[in-house]
């Protein structure tokens, strides 16, 4: 029974993994299946996750703890669109595509356009020359800085080509090598689980 | 052929992906076998993986929590299952050093594992009274409500060590930035070739790629699980040889080995 867990996860991993290699018909059907299972522990996972944020949120409300009005937003956001979306659903016209469409979205655009101004002060503090790297990046940024723009080609029109060249030779190189790095790691890693080596993920050394 | 038609067993163009596999696996059973024989398992040095315990230490000293960010995956990308065994250790160390630990979940079916991948890490550490309730919990599966709560925390409780783990993709340099500004030691370590700048850039320690999926098996120091990274690269340096060959043979007009390289 302890080692229940490990027979499940070797037998779906294998299972996945063979599925990639046979193409017939009844086996695609299969992963199909195993790919709706899981859908459905997601759903159930996020109801689980749900109740543990209004169950944190609740508790800052009523302990009046620093930060607890938003706490209320969060609890009040969080009611509206679970009850509106049982009752009404979530296609265009309903309450919550309205409250998605004019709150959510505006919201996440705003977050995003941020970037701008943290990538300025990462560049600001990250491109200083304080040794040889430092020094290649610094470059680096600014010939790449210069390329993109427009203006870039009037200033000497070598600018655009060489920033093409070095997007499309030693970083795109960089970034394939560590790719592949990434790709036997993740195999590494799925291979640890399925083989049942790493036990961590379910909570055991 | 009709998908829905199709009776074969095997697909032949992925021949050389099972043979890929075939490797790998071999190379893990050899160095399992060598692992339990008894034979050095050399791992070189990384300064992220090193910094995790003097970042845990600083945190304790200070009296400040430690923050794990988990990253953006669900349960089926390989970061987050890195993540969460990373997590594991990291739990263990704050558990042995009576420090607060705070996990903000991104996937519901990842924080639960998370949580219990935690709480089992305070009791093997006999400290399973100190696991705080509500320490890893989900937050939201939205990217920037995510990074709205998280970037919150952090400038609300001002935790002394950043520790960013997994997958991560736009808002990997807000939550870098902002810790920064909140002048917490912070480790990042990703599988996303395009976010790795920003770390290397904002954070103090970098893990690059592969190096996350190592890090479990460093931080544990186990035999056999370091077999596994032994066993990778051996992978890494036969692809690398392959890839070789592969290149300068059809820079010479020979492109046949670089064609059965080719999948689909």
């Known amino acids: 029974m302890r080692n229940g867990p490990y027979v499940v996860t070797f037998l779906t991993g294998a299972l996945i993994v063979s599925f990639f290699f046979i193409p017939h018909h009844r086996a695609q059907e299969a992963q199909s299946v195993i790919l709706d299972w899981s859908n459905v522990v997601y759903a159930f996972a996020l109801i689980l996750g749900s109740v543990t944020l209004w169950a944190g949120h609740q508790r800052k409300v009523a302990t009046r703890a620093p930060g607890w009005a938003y706490s209320v937003v969060t609890l009040a956001s969080l009611a509206f669109v679970t009850i509106w979306g049982v009752a009404q659903g979530v296609e265009e016209g309903t309450a919550v595509n309205a409250f998605y469409n004019s709150v959510n979205s505006p919201l996440a655009s705003t977050m995003f356009a941020l970037l701008a101004f943290f990538i300025a002060s990462a560049a600001f503090r990250a491109f200083r020359a304080r040794n040889t790297e430092a020094t290649l990046l610094l470059v680096t940024a600014i010939v790449m800085m210069i390329g993109r723009v427009s ?55 | ?85 990373i997590l594991s250790r990291v739990a263990r160390r704050t558990a042995e050093m009576g420090c607060d630990l705070e996990v903000p979940g991104y996937d519901p079916v990842a924080t639960t594992m998370m949580e219990g991948a935690a709480r089992q890490a305070y009791v093997e550490a006999g400290r399973g009274d100190s696991f705080r309730a509500g320490s890893v919990h989900y937050v939201s599966a939205q990217q920037f409500a995510y990074v709205a709560a998280v970037t919150g925390y952090m400038l609300r409780e001002r935790p002394a060590a950043n520790i960013f783990m997994g997958s991560f993709y736009a808002e990997s340099l807000f939550l870098a930035e902002t810790g920064n500004l909140t002048g917490a030691i912070q480790i990042a370590g990703t599988d996303q070739v395009t976010q790795l ?68």
């Not at chain 2, 230490?57 to 960010?69: D, H, I, K, Q, S």
């Open chain 2, 1 to 85: 052929m009709n998908p829905q038609l199709d009776t074969r067993l095997f697909e032949p163009a992925r021949l050389n992906l099972l043979i890929g596999l075939a490797l790998f696996v071999l190379f893990l059973v050899v160095n399992i076998a060598r692992a339990r024989g008894g034979a050095a398992m050399f791992i070189r040095p990384m300064a992220g993986l090193k910094a995790v315990e003097e970042a845990i230490g600083r945190a304790t000293e200070m009296g400040r929590p430690v923050l794990y960010v988990p990253g953006l995956g669900d349960m089926s990308e390989g970061g987050t299952l890195a993540s969460i065994t």
């Open chain 1, 151 to 205: 203006v870039g080609e009037f200033i000497w029109p070598g600018f655009p080509k060489l920033t093409e060249w070095l997007l499309d030779v030693p970083n795109l190189a960089a970034k394939r090598a560590v790719a592949m790095g990434v790709g036997l790691g993740a195999v590494s890693t799925a291979l640890r689980i399925i083989l049942g080596i790493d036990r961590t993920y379910l909570g055991r050394s």
């Open chain 2, 197 to 264: 700048p920003f770390f290397v850039c904002a954070c103090d320690y970098a893990l690059l790629g592969e190096e996350l999926y190592a890090a479990s098996a460093y931080l544990g120091r186990e035999p056999i699980q370091l077999a596994t990274i032994a066993a990778q690269d051996w992978a890494k340096g036969l692809a690398a040889g392959i890839v070789i060959v592969a290149s300068i043979l059809t820079a010479l007009g020979h492109p046949e080995v670089g064609r059965l390289l080719q999948t689909r």
